[in-house]
C-alpha cells in the first residue's frame, strides 16, 4: 500500500508540473486531467471513495471539458504564443513563489504526524453517509452560506451574459 501512495505522489507532481511547464495548452490540460485522476487514487487510499468519483466526475469531466472548449473556442495561434516574458515578471514571478515557499515550510513547521492504530481505525469515515451527517450537523451553516454565494453567482453569471435591447450580435 505505501508503494502505491509513493507511485501516485511521484506521478501526481509530475503531471503537476507538465501542466505548469507545457508550451502546448491542450497538453497542459490533458497532464491536469491525469492530476485530477492521481489525486482521486489518493482519495481512494484514504477510503473516501465518494469524493474520489465527484473529483473525477466534477473536476475531470465537466472542468475539463469546460476549459478545453475555452481553449478551442480562443483559438491562439503560435505566434500569440510565443511572446517574450519580461525580467520583472520573471523576478516577480520568483519573489511570489519563494514568499509561498516560505508560508507553506512555516506552516507545516509544527505539523504533527499521526500515526497508525488499527484498533481504533473506523472504516467508513469517508462514505457517504458520514459526510451528509458531518455536513448537515456540524457545518450545516458553511453549507447553506456556499449554497447563497452559488446562487449569486449564477444570477451575476446571467446578469454579465443577458443581452441588451441595443447590443450587437457576433
Known sequence: MENVFYFLASL???CA????ISKNPVHSIIFLII??????????LLNAQFLA??????YA???????LFVIMFLSISKNERDHKTSTITKITGTIAGGLLFI??????????VG????ENFDSQIGMVENLGKVLFTKYLLPFEIVSVLFLVAMVGAVMLGK???GDRHF
Open 115 to 118: 500515526s497508525y492504530n488499527a
Open 12 to 14: 501526481t507532481l509530475l
Open 53 to 58: 468519483a465527484v473529483n473525477i466526475i466534477v
Open 61 to 67: 469531466g465537466a472542468i475539463m471539458v469546460l476549459f
Open 17 to 20: 508540473l507538465m501542466v505548469v
Open 103 to 112: 508560508v507553506m515550510i512555516a506552516a507545516l513547521k509544527d505539523a504533527e
Open 35 to 44: 492530476t485530477f485522476f492521481t489525486i482521486s487514487g489518493h482519495y481512494i
Open 163 to 165: 443581452k441588451e435591447v
